[in-house]
């Protein structure tokens, strides 16, 4: 029985409304660096990936100028609307590549403070994991489920005992994931997460603890928060 290989998407087609800035998001820098080089350099060097699909924005005009561009691990393909579909595209890309059996590894571009030791423990607790599942961190706010009028009220303060935050990379098999993605596709099914596809095709996938300064770049602010946690690490 050959090995499983690990194949790595790093979803980098998005437009970065809500940072609001000069570019995407993910061509913002950080000490001089395009964020998507920092992701991408990150997970590339903690772990051994047989190859990389980074689906991109068909009017990106940033990667040529990129570290990664020259980085001959590197594939890229053209992204869809929504990431979802970015994705599927990149799997789609990958066929003839990755073996259904093979682990794929899906990476946010925004996450350049994913540690290493968070990758290592995904893909050892995952290795022998018959679904596969994503690295997240337990709520440890109280949560507030609000109403739907102009001013946001409280409705109810929501059990927060069984409920954590999913981050990336989150880890399933080729086939499983391209046939939940394109189900999720065929009905229509809006997902904001691999997790959410395989759990549409009705399969449970495990939670890893990982740190929570894995954050997702997303607004402003989040920008000087990435900076400190990298320049901490
Ligand atoms: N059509 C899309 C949308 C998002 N992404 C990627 O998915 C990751 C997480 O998405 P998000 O934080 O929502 O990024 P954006 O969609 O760019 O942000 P916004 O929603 O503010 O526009 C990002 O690395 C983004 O580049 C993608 O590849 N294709
Ligand atoms: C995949 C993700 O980062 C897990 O929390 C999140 O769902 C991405 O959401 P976004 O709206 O595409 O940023």
Redesign the pocket.
Known sequence: MNKSSFWLVVPAA?IGQRMNAECPKQYLRINNRFILDITLSRVLDSLSFKGCMVPLNSQDQWWPASESARDGRIQTCVGGR??ADSVLSALLALEGQARNDDWIL?H?A??PCVHPEDLNRLVVALAAHPVGG?LAAPVADTLKLASDGAVPEVCETVDRSRLW????P?MFRFGALKQALLLCLDHGQSI???SSAMEFSGKMPALVEGRPDNI?I?VPSDLALAEFILGRQ
Do not use: F, P, Y
């Open positions: 998005g929504e990431r899906v946010d925004a996450r994503l935050r999913a981050l990336t989150q904001t997460d691999e997702k997303t």
